[in-house]
């Protein structure tokens, strides 16, 4: 589901071009897996989505980025971007005091790509990193701003604020969604850096240079396909992508283990 906060930026960001987004709703959560099988996992998506006829593929997880987005990058034939690297680009250039902190799943901290990344862009920052394995079940749960997501919230924030970040990259599709809470933690003076807008760039600044952009004057659609519960992925969909979903076809996991 929390791809679909990407997909909205590009949406806005590129109304003229054709999305299909696959939600891997059968195999979640991704967070707690060996990196090794979640490589595994974006290699069948993104192998299915190479047979669908696209020309782009944006890896709109942060756990498959972390865990596939190289290997990804070296098989498939069609551009592969991920969600890492603009996010770490947008922390170095927000910190103030170069301690920048990172709240992610636990694969993705695991991953270690975010210090890589932003020592890449700046060798002397330091950043702080905290897994956040509740955070996705109760963002996906009945009460997404209730008590139990706050308290989750304060817990995986002090350590953090113990360190003194001025900055906190939100490293989960997912927590968007409960950036007010997250800035009520940490308050004004700490920056939350979230990709989806940088990444919808990245998704326009490579179809132009590629030369392959739809016209500019054309709408272009969006279809969604899931290995979970359509009915499901259609009605909490919503709560992520914000506009309407009508319907998504079901994708067997078995069709993406042949196409692997």
């Known amino acids: 589901m929390g791809g679909l906060t990407v997909l909205h930026e590009c949406l806005v960001t590129l109304p003229h071009e054709d999305f299909v987004y696959l939600g891997a709703g059968a195999r979640l959560p991704y967070g707690p897996r060996p990196l090794d099988e979640i490589r595994r996992f974006a290699g069948e998506i993104a192998g299915y989505l190479e047979l669908q006829g696209v020309k782009l593929i944006v890896a709109a997880c942060n756990s498959a980025t972390a865990a596939a987005l190289p290997d990804l990058q070296r098989r498939l034939s069609v551009p592969v971007i991920g969600v890492l ?66 308290a989750a919230v304060r817990d995986y924030a002090a350590p953090l604020k113990e360190a ?67 009915e499901l992925f259609r009605e909490m969909g919503r709560r992520f992508l914000q506009l309407p979903i009508d319907g998504a076809e079901h994708v067997q996991v078995a069709t993406l283990e042949a196409v692997a």
């Open 85 to 150: 690297a603009p996010e770490a680009h947008a922390a170095v250039l927000a910190t103030r005091n170069r301690r920048i902190g990172l709240l992610a799943t636990e694969a993705t901290v695991a991953s270690g790509r975010y210090p890589e990344l932003v020592r890449s862009l700046d060798a002397g920052a330091e950043v702080v990193s905290v897994a956040c394995p509740r955070l996705v079940p109760l963002i996906e749960g009945d009460e997404p701003f209730g008590e139990a997501i706050a």
């Open 164 to 230: 003194d970040v001025d900055t906190v990259i939100l490293g989960c599709t997912h927590y968007p969604l409960i950036r007010p809470i997250l800035q009520r933690v940490f308050g004004r003076a700490v920056t939350l850096v979230f990709s989806a807008e940088e990444t919808a760039r990245e998704a326009a600044e490579t179809l132009e240079r590629k030369g392959i952009e739809n016209a500019a004057e054309r709408e272009g659609s969006y279809r969604f396909l899931t290995t979970g519960d359509p």
